[in-house]
RNA sequence: GCGGGCGUGGUGGAACUGGUAGACACAAGGGACUUAAAAUCCCUCGCCGCAUGGCGUACGGGUUCGAUUCCCGUCGCCCGCACCA
């Protein structure tokens, strides 16, 4: 057996077939032993895995490795994200049903996970396309619409032309669709809610509370609910022809500057605006105006400011006589606050520009600290720092804080049509979500109209609402809108005909709750209330940033939803969260600018210059940056060839060395073949001590100090590769563990009595444990040729002897002035003083110091000596 | 524009709460073994200098006995948000 060379190809299938066989991995809920539940992001059946699953799923199945040899019952499934657009595009491409497409992807991707060796406890896989997943789905639904958390209401929706759906706020980057890559455009639909908004507030404040997720998630989130305090506040009109309408409302969160306001602003879609349109062709020109250029032109033009004088004019509600004009203005949201606002252009940018464009007066109403109020002006920027207010009254000489309490006191106590004229009021930017999709390929919306009863839930008893399989795709737009009979229904409480709801939920609803079907997959019911209730949060959730906002914050608030509905007791779904970062490579492109992938390139490296040609044309082939993998760029590395020529374990080895698992990691062929020697030596390794083991070790007086010093070296290795993968610092646990091979390796070499090759052998089975989480196959491989009993993935973590992990001398170095001079080796915990005439008595010490006494000397105990002349 | 993060050898990166900067790996160079190659093993590897030594963690300052780490300023890169009143 042994020097023969490792092979992969052999044993990891091998292994995987082992570790099926005795159900490895099969997770019994009713297991008394601690629950850990760890879990990556489930993929989207696309067909083939890419690298960065590989990452994903490798930095999952350590953590899931590690914490079943640490005795706990690991919860780790896997699943598919099957829903979604791309499966209808295959289906007008192809011809086939897109039920048929995902089918058939996700039986390939799961051998290709399969052949990854990954600890999963595949009894447990859910497919969200399953009418047995997306029934409980619904059956969710109908309870959270009894429960008030969903509303159908007619808004203006982001419309993606290409893919020919509503987007949600969240789905717009830049203007367009996250998808398609669209510019979207502005609809007036009638759509499904969930009501997120209504827990803007407590989404926002347990943020605070998720302490194992990254800050940078937690204030993205944070900045995307949007919390604002401020003030309602009303202004009279002053009687006009023109309008009815007595009084108009604003939101401002500046009520401290309302002296320095010069006019009231409209949202183009404000209802006043709308109205007084109807009388004013060109106002209703200006409106039309400001929705052509919407979000579609959004960064082009948005920095002019437009607004429209109405004619109209509100009383100022702090200077008596003065009244100030009402425009409508481009730059004013209708759905944000109350559509409408005040302007103060000394201390609003935006307020300025338009109030600069047209002429309005601009009155500073916040002096900066330390400006002259007599002199102070405003020239091309407002003002919105802090400083004390003047200019105003009663509000002179406070600060903006002290002013905004006084004012709202003020308006608070005085009533404009029966109403208090101000209120304190807080806002946020969170919109509720909209899920409805005209698309087929989604979970059906359980819902029923009907022209006598209104709308309706699906009776439970009916569910699922399943979707019909004999659909076309021969023109765009909503198949299940087209079918000829699906949504034709008896009304499920009257019996006249009425009509299905034809859209389908947004798939982000699907992968909201995910994690809790996987706690229990095959109940009847969405959930197992005890069941979910004791595995979640999910201890360990992984995968990419690119989640931050949306599914994130739609799966907290998802959780909440099911708590009020009794379906589990916890708020937040994730109890640590880590976002890892992307896979990239190298750009390659041919003398004809067209990109070249990295199968049919050699790169050459001569000394410091590297080169690169076509693998059989033989052409020059430039080398560009290192990007992101992605089919555009062509720098993909495919894990199935990896897998069939390094095996597995190699891949999963290398994704995990060097590079912190939260940035991005450069695949390279080099990198790869390191991976791959480094399983090489560990298996010669292994080898060499079990032949070493058959001859007898001659006496040798070092023997029992060279055993504890390897005892030592493998100990520390255990305890440091435990820390770091449980900080998930799996660069590091790398690093260690070449440390200790390096160490195993040398007394190998060196031999040594019977004491020594005790500790090695020692050591060696150790260095298998601590390998097994990264390369498990490699493991079990080795653990079987030291003859150990069962599998080491069943194996518990070494246990540490704290004893191995002290030293009783410690070698501190010595600096003069701050740089370092000399070392001294003394008893770990020799107080300053015995330290410090150890230091002064040494020759290096006595020749700098010179005969002159040092001015301090500074002993930090176990640490450092410095020495100050 | 606003918010957040980062900047360490040829490269990826280590360095616990301020205490020996460059662990570990990749690349490179040299050597051993070999008929030869592959594989393997050993050595060198921040910069300058023959050397005692000096300089080095983007740059400029500061605090400290001591700064990659803390503070201020400058430059550069990356990410998120972007008319939210």
Known sequence: MSGERYNPRESEPKWQKVWDEARTFVTANDDPREPYYVLEMFPYPSGRIHMGHVRNYAMGDVVARYQRARGKNVLHPMGWDAFGLPAENAAIERKTHPGTWTYQNIESMKAQLQSMGLSIDWTREIATCDPSYYQHQQSMFIDMMQAGLVTRKSSKVNWDPVDMTVLANEQVIEGKGWRSGAPVEQRELTQWFFKISDFAEELLEALDTLTEWPEKVRTMQRNWIGRSEGLRLLFELVPSAKTDTRSIEVFTTRPDTIFGASFVGLSPDHPLATALATNNVALAEFIAECHRHGTATETLEKAEKQGFDTGLRVKHPVIEAETLPVYVANFILMDYGTGAIFGCPAHDQRDLELARKYGLPVKPVVLPPGADPASFAIGSEAYVDSGNIFNSGFLDGL???????????????????????????????????????????????????????????????????????DVTFDRPGNALEHHPTWKHVACPQCGSPARRETDTMDTFVDSSWYYTRFTAPHAKTPTIREVADRWLPVDQYIGGIEHAILHLLYSRFFTRAMKVTGHVGVDEPFKGLFTQGMVTHETYRSAAGTWVPPTEVIVETEGESRSARHITSGEPVTIGSVEKMSKSKKNVVDPDEIVASYGADTARWFMLSDSPPERDVQWTEAGVEGASRFQQRVWRLVCDVVSMARTTPGADSADAANALALGKLSHRAVAGVAQDIEGLRFNRAVAQIYELTHGLAKVRDGGGGPQTLAALRDGVCKLVQLIAPMMPHLAESCWAELGQSGLVADAPWPEVDPKMLVDDEVTLPIQINGKRRSEVTVAKGLSSGEVEALVLALDDIQKALDGKTPKKIVVVQDRIVNVVI
């Not at 029966?418 to 999709?437: A, F, K, M, T």
């Open 399 to 469: 600060s903006i804080g002290e002013a905004k309490t006084a004012i709202a006191d003020f308006f608070g106590a005085r009533t404009v049509d029966g109403r208090p004229q101000g209120q304190v009021e807080v806002n946020y930017r969170l919109r509720d979500w909209g899920i409805s999709r005209q698309r087929y390929w989604g979970c059906p919306i359980p819902v029923i109209h009907c022209e006598v009863c209104g709308t309706l839930p699906v009776p439970k008893k009916d569910l699922p609402v399943r979707l019909p399989e």
